[in-house]
């Protein structure tokens, strides 16, 4: 399947990342963990969900299990500042991307990233590459060094069962 222009502009900022990732295109949707996972054959837990938060009203990025809710109390603790949900149009205005497809770089604004680090147990996790049907795979260490994020306990209780 030939990439979206979204996915193309997530190779390429893998590329000019020094990663060798392949983005890879689904027929099915890859929209949310669980749909990724049963696209992928991945547990769940590999899945990483890119999901934008305001710190004090400025956008900031956090990187979380697809088995994990976030707790937004210790993102706050972590971040030090009030957190709220973006809406929808400041994803995009944010991002470049919609919500569904937002990968964790190659992003339109630069962002201070979280990491949640329950995504450190396997050895490969999956993230979207730019839309609801497009993703990579890459070291879940390797993807927190080129994000130039910082590793913290953001899981709150676990979202859905980890299974494949």
Known sequence: MELKEAAQRVANALAAAGVEAEVRAYTESTRTAEEA???????????????????????????????????????????????????????????GYAIGGVPPMGLATSLSVYFDRDLLQYAEVWAAAGTPHAVFCIAPDALAHITDAQVADLAGSHDVADEP
């Open 37 to 95: 996972a049963t696209a992928i054959g991945a547990r769940v837990g590999q899945i990483v969900k890119s999901l934008i938060f305001l710190a004090d009203g400025q956008p900031t990025l956090a990187l979380v299990s697809g088995a994990n809710r976030l707790d937004t109390t210790k993102l706050a603790q972590v971040v030090g500042a009030k957190i709220t949900r973006a809406d929808a149009e400041t994803v995009r205005a944010t991002t």
